[in-house]
């Protein structure tokens, strides 16, 4: 069955540290796609990355950056010289092109980030 | 252009009553997801429109309903409220709705349940 785990419930770092949230994530599907979404307090899910299952290949964007291991299946998420305004609920989600290919998003529970100055 | 819009944003209802939520997705997108976020459960699917029609549905009870108009906005009802349905409600939008698009969220409907 498909799933995603994201085992750290809560982080806090100060600024300037860098931070990793872990995803792992379960499914059957040969092609799907993995997703990070970050959720500041306002509420509004705000699209970071998508990746495929067949691109393993790292992303860097700016202080953030992805790795991608299908022999793990993990998609973590790293973000570099952390900053207070990167204190948010970070999400990683999957979606699977099999029953449909609807984009049905399953998320993970999220990862609480606390950045303190 | 303008993001994906949700009305109301805030709602106290009481059990047993009936509530309607709106979406409006961002110009141009067929399909409308709804997701239902509670502390305990998380992000949820509840369901997925496109042209009219529903072609995904998470596992909720009957009570939880939705439909899409030609304009592709939609509405979410949910009948004879239970306080656990107390929980922020999510619409996202996406040209085609398939696993590769990207999903534009909207800033939630928070619905409290007395």
């Known amino acids: 069955a498909q799933k995603v785990t994201q085992a750290q419930t809560e982080i806090s770092v100060v600024e300037k540290e860098d931070v990793t949230l872990d995803c792992v994530y379960e499914?059957?599907?040969?092609?799907?796609?993995l997703f990070w979404y970050k959720q500041p307090p306002s509420g509004e899910l705000v699209f970071l990355i998508r990746?495929?299952?067949?691109?393993?290949q790292n992303e860097i964007s700016g202080r953030y950056s992805w790795n991608f291991q299908k022999s793990t299946s993990s998609f973590n998420f790293t973000i570099t010289a952390s900053q207070v305004v990167d204190s948010a609920v970070y999400f990683c989600?999957?979606?699977?092109?099999?029953?449909?290919?609807?984009?049905?998003?399953?998320f993970g529970q999220g990862t609480t980030l606390q950045v303190k100055p | 252009k303008a993001g994906v819009t949700q009305t109301p944003r805030y709602l106290i209802k009481t059990r047993g009553q009936q509530v309607t939520l709106s979406c409006s997705p961002i110009?141009?997108?067929?399909?409308v997801s709804w997701y239902q976020q509670t502390p305990g459960q998380g992000l949820q699917f509840l369901f997925e429109?496109?042209?009219?029609?529903?072609?995904n549905k998470g596992n909720f009870p009957g009570r939880f309903s939705g439909r899409q108009f030609s304009n592709s906005r939609s509405e979410m009802n949910v009948s004879t409220l239970e306080l656990g349905d107390s929980a922020l409600y999510l619409c996202?939008?996406?040209?085609?709705?398939?696993?590769?698009?990207?999903?534009?969220f909207g800033p939630g409907t928070r619905l409290t349940v007395l």
């Open positions: 989600a999957l979606s699977e092109t099999g029953s449909g290919n609807t984009g049905k998003l399953i």
């Open positions: 110009s141009g997108h067929r399909s």
């Open positions: 429109y496109f042209s009219e029609t529903q072609r």
């Open positions: 996202a939008s996406s040209f085609w709705g398939r696993a590769n698009n990207e999903q534009f």
């Open positions: 499914t059957r599907d040969t092609t799907y796609y």
């Open positions: 990746r495929n299952s067949f691109d393993e």
